[in-house]
């Protein structure tokens, strides 16, 4: 199945929901969780998540791409 949104594959969850691999998307999936300011970038990514980091307030965390 691909994603609606930006064509990529998607895959099931561990709770049966479908789940697009694209890191990026929807876009608001890489705005920081402490100020939701849309200017990060990913620093670490691996198979199973990446680590992104806010330019302007310095928090990182890590998104799970399942």
Known sequence: ???PDCKQPMVKTKDN???CVDINCPPTRTHCPECDSE???IINKSISD???CCND???TW???RS
Do not use: D, K, R, Y
Request: a negative charge; one cysteine or more; glycine letters at 0%.
């Open 1 to 3: 199945m691909l994603c």
């Open 17 to 19: 929901q479908n789940h």
């Open 39 to 41: 200017n990060t970038q």
């Open 50 to 52: 990446a680590e992104v």
């Open 57 to 59: 307030c310095q928090a």
């Open 62 to 64: 890590v998104i799970s």
